[in-house]
């Protein structure tokens, strides 16, 4: 069977859905019922990162599923069974730069983990800065290992930097999921909480905006993402000079000037995000 091509992926549906409210945008992954990525997919979620990447009012981006049961259970498989392993090589690599592209965004991004969060899903949402999870709404994990193939959308790396080689080789090579409370003692969340969809969703976004002005230092925020992701890959002395570099643009910021006068003042800091 001759593979798909990835030129001619069909975009004509919306496979991720992009609203902004306040300074905070919602990437939507939106193709029940498990909302599994596709090519076309992947195209439109790297659209929208760059969406709200560019977009100056927006100081944090989260990422959520469609509808209560799945945040997303990874790559469709259909797609992968009828590709060539060339084809499949090439989906794997713009998958990776996408999911890179949110890492690089200087922006604080949450992954809102409304469902089972599985195999690709959860790599999805590895690549995020924060993860919050609704208890009880599904299971998480990385069962590639039972497909006979490794985690291959960035698992084995990013998950090894959150909990270790040790564990993160058990893990993958029991391809178990687990319930929310067993990835928030792994260390995969940041949150877990409680309450049905609506009230999950509203904890997500609300969680989102503290992290945005006039309350927080959004700019600031996003200079810490970028001095983490990238200096945890870098050598001690290089990512300390990263972090010279990152902290000289702060205090040339307007933020800067505004949080240490309200320091100095004893009142509540007023930050507008530049």
């Known amino acids: 069977m001759a593979a798909p091509d990835p030129t001619t992926s069909s975009t004509d549906r919306e496979l991720v859905a992009y609203e902004r409210q306040g300074a905070v945008a919602i990437l939507t992954l939106d193709d ?126 990013r998950l090894v930097r959150l909990v270790g080689k040790s564990r993160a080789i058990e893990l993958m090579a029991k391809g178990e999921n687990f319930d929310v409370d067993t990835a928030l003692g792994l260390g995969l969340l940041n949150r ?27 700019l600031a925020i996003g200079h810490i993402k970028r001095a983490v992701q990238t200096g945890a890959e870098i050598p001690l002395e290089a990512g300390l000079a990263l972090e010279r570099e990152l902290q000289m643009k702060l205090f040339t910021s307007a933020d800067a000037r505004e949080g240490m006068a309200a320091f100095e003042q004893k009142r509540p800091p007023r930050f507008e995000g530049r």
Request: charged share 20%; glycine share 12%; proline share 5%.
């Open 32 to 157: 029940p019922p498990a909302n599994t990525y596709s090519h076309a997919m992947m195209r439109q979620l790297d659209e929208r990162i760059l969406a709200a990447r560019m977009d100056r009012e927006v100081q944090v981006i989260v990422l959520t599923g469609r509808g209560e049961k799945f945040f997303c259970a990874g790559a469709n498989i259909e797609m992968l069974r009828t590709a060539d392993p060339e084809w499949k090589y090439w989906f794997c690599l713009h998958a990776n730069e996408t999911l890179l592209r949110l890492e690089h965004t200087p922006k604080l991004v949450i992954a809102a983990l409304n469902g089972h969060t599985v195999g690709g899903g959860l790599e999805v949402a590895l690549a995020c800065d924060l993860r919050i999870a609704r208890r009880g709404a599904g299971k998480i994990g990385l069962p590639e290992v039972k497909l006979g193939v490794l985690p291959g959308t960035g698992g084995t790396q």
């Open 192 to 218: 877990v909480v409680d309450g049905d969809d609506g009230a999950f969703r509203a904890a997500a976004l609300e969680w989102a905006q503290s992290f945005t002005t006039p309350g927080a230092a959004a």
